[in-house]
Structures are given as structure tokens and as C-alpha cells.
């Protein structure tokens, strides 16, 4: 779910923030190195980048002839968010519809959990819908924490997010 992941980027610094400074250079690359960090979202191999934990090194500059900035590259170590096939996630159910319900498990918006995915639960409509379970007397509800396993994860390119498949297959999983 959660992995410590070393990256190596290259930051471009405009030549209107160099300073003589080291100390302010570096504060520069920093800054500009979270800002790129926070707009790339998620990546297919690491999941949703969600933090910087460490900048382990920073390269030598390399100056751009036709714009004066310079290149730096840097190595770092962050730490990230993706769910595998086989894993027991918890997600929060947000939307319920006739044919299964759609839970959020951290950045994850879109884990589905088909009604063909939990036999022993019926659809009840009703103003406020839910899945009733007529063994147990368990209910999936809105707002509603469920502990399920992951089938599928599918990474869509142009939105940078994941979907999961989940399923109730297994010992205790269900509304927590």
C-alpha cells in the first residue's frame, strides 16, 4: 500500500532565482522540486506520489544557451500510495447504485464493489439506498467504512488515477 520510492529528477531553475548563495540556490531547487512534485499526481509504476521525505542529493547545473536557466538533477526518496491485486483495503462507500457501490480508500476515488462481488447482500432502494445482508442484518451504506480485496487495478493515463475492482470473498471483510 504504502512504498518509500528514490526518484531522480531534473528541476530547471529560471536564471532570475540563481544567488551567488548556496543557501538560497538550494532553498530554490527545494521549492521548485515540490512545486513540480505536487502537479504530477500519480505514475503507473509508484502509485500516488504523496510526499518528499528526503532530497538525497543535488547534481551539478547545467546552463540552457537559449534561455540562461539551469538544469539540475536531483535524487530524492518519497513516499507513495498503490494498492495491489490480492491486498485488503478499507474504503469509504460515497455513491450507491442498483449494481454495486463506489468507495474511496485514500487518493484512491474510485474502488467499485459489484453486487455480483457480495452474494449474501441484496439491494434495498429506499430514500436513502444500502445493501442489506439477511444473514448477518449487516448494511452497506453511504459513509459507510468497508473492508474488502482488491480483484483488479487498472491506471488510467490521461486522468493520472487508478480504479480498483473489489470484492467480499474472505474472512472478515464487510462493514467495519
Known amino acids: 500500500m504504502f512504498l518509500k520510492v528514490q526518484l531522480n529528477w531534473n528541476v530547471v531553475i529560471p536564471a532570475e532565482n540563481l544567488d551567488i548563495k548556496g543557501l538560497m540556490l538550494q532553498k530554490a531547487i527545494l521549492v521548485r522540486l515540490l512545486d513540480d512534485f505536487s502537479a504530477k499526481k500519480a505514475t503507473k509504476d509508484y502509485g500516488y506520489l504523496l510526499a518528499v521525505t ?32 490480492g491486498e485488503v483495503v478499507e474504503g469509504v462507500v460515497h455513491k450507491i447504485l442498483k449494481h454495486g457501490v463506489f468507495m474511496r480508500c485514500g487518493p484512491i476515488e474510485n474502488l467499485y464493489l459489484s453486487n ?7 439491494f434495498q432502494p429506499a430514500e436513502s439506498p444500502c445493501f442489506h ?11 459507510m467504512s468497508v473492508r474488502c480485496v482488491v480483484i483488479g487495478v487498472k491506471y488510467m493515463e490521461a486522468q493520472k488515477e487508478f480504479q480498483a475492482v473489489v470484492g467480499l470473498e474472505g474472512d472478515h471483510l464487510g462493514p467495519v
Open 54 to 85: 528526503t532530497l538525497d542529493k543535488i547534481g551539478e547545473g547545467k546552463v540552457r544557451e537559449h534561455s540562461g536557466d539551469v538544469l539540475f538533477p536531483v535524487s530524492f526518496t518519497c513516499l507513495s500510495f498503490k494498492v495491489f491485486r
Open 116 to 122: 455480483q462481488k457480495m452474494t449474501d447482500y441484496e
Open 133 to 143: 445482508n439477511i444473514k448477518t442484518g449487516s448494511r452497506i451504506e453511504k459513509d
